[in-house]
């Protein structure tokens, strides 16, 4: 099994630019997670997926920042327009279940400047 | 809201040492997770716990949860410097309506000396 894949594994931009990232879960996997990591909030749940659908986006910190499901195999999280302060390792994890075990993907560590 | 509290924060301690780690959540929850993370790595997940008084093990580290009291141990008997990393517990919360997602504690970062 390949895992839970994440891309681009880096990237570094410039303060007001759209930033996508993406995610492929693991197959058969219906829940999926994005999560933040900074070293000053530590992990944070942004928002996660059951079945494709949207199901509790309150962690997600403002309307810059959106996701989407369009299927099964595939999820994007949107940064729009970037700033400084999104900073951050991303990760997005999936799952079995809601409540099952959660597995994470290698992160997307993005840098705005 | 809910508050997941490790401690400690920092460890560093010798090979063949036994220790414990403590996490105390804030609110009731039956189901705790233990991961573990390596410098600029992903999350390994190394425990779940599901019951009050659950127990599991895993060569020299063993989790433990007290839902009755809101904690989980982490143990880790005679250390070996391949289990220095930082270590998480998340706890889920279920409102009847579906799963709220992890909340994690801030991590504890150990350090295993020769």
């Known amino acids: 099994d390949a895992g839970v894949i994440q891309s681009p594994r880096h990237e570094v931009t410039e303060m007001g630019q759209e930033v996508t990232l993406r995610c492929k879960p693991i197959s058969g996997h219906n829940s999926l997670f994005w999560y933040r990591q900074t070293m000053m909030r530590g992990l944070e749940l942004l928002i996660y997926f059951n079945n494709n659908v949207p199901i509790d986006d309150s962690g997600m910190p403002e309307d810059r920042f959106s996701a989407k499901m369009p299927n099964a195999s595939f999820s994007t999280l949107k940064i729009q327009p970037s700033e400084p302060r999104d900073s951050a390792v991303y990760f997005c994890?999936?799952?079995?279940?809601?409540?099952?075990?959660?597995?994470f993907g290698p992160g997307t560590r993005l840098l705005v400047l | 809201e809910l508050k997941v509290e490790q401690n400690p924060l920092f460890l560093s301690m010798q090979e063949g040492k036994n220790y414990t780690i403590y996490c105390n959540y804030s609110?009731?929850?039956?189901?705790l997770y233990w991961y573990r993370q390596d410098p600029g790595k992903s999350l390994e997940s190394l425990f779940v716990l599901l019951s009050n008084g659950a127990v599991k093990q895993e060569g020299r580290l063993m989790a433990s949860l007290d839902t009755k009291a809101r904690l989980s141990t982490l143990h880790i008997t005679a250390a070996v410097h391949d289990l220095s990393a930082t270590y998480f517990c998340?706890?889920?919360?279920?409102?009847?309506?579906?799963?709220?997602?992890?909340?994690f504690g801030k991590g504890t970062h150990l350090i295993i000396q020769p």
């Open positions: 998340a706890v889920d919360t279920y409102s009847g309506g579906g799963a709220d997602g992890l909340t």
């Open positions: 994890a999936s799952s079995f279940g809601s409540r099952e075990t959660q597995y």
């Open positions: 609110t009731t929850s039956d189901r």
